[in-house]
């Protein structure tokens, strides 16, 4: 059984009553804390990308790699950063500079062919960390891919049955975050086939104490 909105909203609202007041507009994250999970297993790894229905403050950032007509539309669909074959031959030789730009970046496409030399390149960087690109045929408009991005959220898990989501700032409306909050559980409850697994769950703004949402 899905949580319910009622429930979601009173979190929200409890959050609110609890988190101490800034100058600046703190951002919100859910815990989803799982259980009977093992995600150093394949079968328990959890990699999801979740299309929010609200902005969460700052869009997310996208790096394509690709050169000529694509590299073009790209820059003209507002990506990020652009990158072409001699930036990848130089990443590789600059393993920390590589580092920066797999932690910087949410998302990540490349032209097809240029799949194998990422691979090689990059993969050792971008792959433990979800990222690796996804292909798109050089002839391609990216700019619808890019504007889903930016509003597509990672949620994937690491080396405990624990996921963590950013789903918005405290400026939004209790019901915006509701939103955000209900497309990742429903997210979640699809790769899961249901609730089970939950243990639990809290929602938290990025210096308030975690509230915990009735399951």
Do not use: W
């Amino acid at each position: 059984m899905p949580v319910s909105s009622e429930n979601l909203l009173k979190a929200i609202k409890e959050m609110r009553g609890s988190s101490p007041q800034r100058k600046f507009a703190q951002g919100v994250d859910l815990s989803i804390n799982l259980r009977d999970i093992d995600p150093k297993k394949p079968e328990g790894r959890i990699d999801l990308d979740i299309s929010l229905p609200h902005e969460v403050g700052k869009p997310y950032k996208v790096c394509i790699f690709g050169e000529g007509e694509l590299a073009r539309r790209a820059r003209d669909a507002s990506a990020d950063l652009v990158l072409g074959r001699a930036d990848i031959e130089t990443l590789q030789r600059e393993r920390k500079r590589a580092k920066k730009l797999a932690d910087e970046f949410h998302f990540f496409l490349a032209q097809a062919d240029f799949m194998v030399r990422i691979g090689k390149a990059l993969g050792p960087v971008l792959g433990p960390r979800g990222k690796m690109p996804k292909p798109i045929p050089p002839t391609a408009d990216p700019k619808p891919l890019i504007e889903h991005l930016k509003k597509t959220l990672k949620v994937r898990t690491k080396d405990q049955p624990t996921l963590h989501a950013h789903i918005g700032v405290e400026n939004m409306s209790d019901e915006e975050l509701a939103t955000n909050a209900r497309a990742v559980l429903d997210a979640i409850e699809h790769r899961l086939e249901g609730l089970s697994k939950v243990r639990s769950i809290h929602i938290k703004t990025t210096m308030g104490k975690p509230v915990k949402v009735e399951v």
